[in-house]
């Protein structure tokens, strides 16, 4: 069985905001909300980084954490990956977060057999694709129900295989 990791990447410090020491944060998450919600983040070396306040300012978050209170002290932060614990998220049913299927076996639903292991994710208007790596080379499969039979993060994405699909 697969072991989760403890941490979600969720976004990167872009820059400083105004002369107080506010960050503004692009969130890897499809609803922002969920992250102004979190009173902690944590550095790719796994420090703590508290924070006081968070706002929504269009498309990112303006954040204010514990320790820095101007711009020169923000400017160490910039460009920096912040993480957040998994257990301080909530994932809606039948949504996965990208971390965790990368690397993520698939096999035919009707053989069970492995066909390979997902390598890439493209996030497309219809519909995310994923790029499944095989002996063979890739192909793409689209995250629709008449393709994705049944996903478990632990064991693997099981899918139709129609003609042409993998060749």
């Known amino acids: 069985m697969r072991k989760l990791s403890e941490y979600i990447e969720i976004g990167r410090i872009n820059n400083t905001h105004g002369v107080h020491g506010e960050m503004k944060v692009e969130v890897w998450a499809d609803d922002i909300s969920e992250f102004l919600s979190l009173s902690s983040v944590y550095s ?3 420090e703590e980084i508290k924070i006081t306040s968070s706002r929504r300012a269009d498309r990112i ?11 020169e002290e923000g400017a160490r932060l910039k460009g920096k990956h912040i993480y957040a614990k998994r257990c301080d998220l909530t994932l809606p049913e039948g949504r996965y977060y990208i971390c965790d299927l990368i690397g993520l076996p698939v096999f035919n639903i009707d053989t069970n057999e492995k066909i390979g292991e997902i390598c890439d994710i493209l996030e497309k208007p ?9 002996e063979k080379g890739e192909f793409m499969i689209p995250d629709v129900e008449e393709f994705i039979k049944k ?9 139709k295989v129609i003609e042409g699909l993998i060749d």
Request: charged residues 20%; aromatic residues 16%.
């Open 151 to 159: 996903v478990d993060i632990y064991e693997g994405m099981y899918i």
């Open 61 to 71: 978050a303006v954040v204010k954490f514990e320790g820095i209170s101007n711009p």
């Open 126 to 134: 219809a519909s995310f694709v994923y790029t499944v790596k095989t």
């Open 44 to 46: 790719e070396s796994g």
